[in-house]
């Protein structure tokens, strides 16, 4: 079983900049493909908002282009997102998630694995 655990949320003014951190244990974490999803207040539904799939190969949402970043470290287990100039649409809980590598998706459905997501609300 894989465990994904986050930290790093927080209340940030908008314009600011946040980092996220999501350490994975428990399987080897190249065997999976890893990212992070958000989920708004008053929706029911996570969507993607940076995945990181194989080496140079990544997908982030529309909005969060050119802010936001992601990375991981697999000597240290961890996948990072880099959140900048966030704005007031960008509060969320925000979740890790990890699915093995043969499903290339970015829908959250089809993701196995998720942590307990981390709070990032955004002052204006």
């Known amino acids: 079983q894989l465990q994904l655990t986050e930290s790093g949320g927080g209340l940030v003014q908008a314009g600011g900049s946040l980092r996220l951190s999501c350490v994975v244990s428990?399987?080897?974490?190249?065997?999976?493909?890893r990212g992070w999803f958000r989920q708004a207040p008053g929706e029911d539904y996570k969507t993607a908002t940076a995945?990181?799939?194989?080496?140079?190969?990544?997908y982030y949402a529309p909005y969060v282009k050119g802010r936001f970043r992601i990375s991981r470290d697999n000597a240290q287990n961890t996948v990072i997102l880099e959140m900048h100039n966030l704005k007031p649409e960008d509060p969320a809980v925000y979740y890790c998630?990890?699915?093995?590598?043969?499903?290339?998706?970015?829908?959250?459905?089809?993701?196995?694995?998720w942590g307990q997501g981390t709070h990032v609300p955004v002052s204006s």
């Open positions: 998630a990890a699915v093995l590598t043969y499903v290339s998706s970015v829908h959250a459905s089809q993701w196995r694995f």
């Open positions: 428990g399987r080897t974490i190249s065997d999976y493909y």
């Open positions: 995945v990181t799939f194989n080496a140079g190969n990544w």
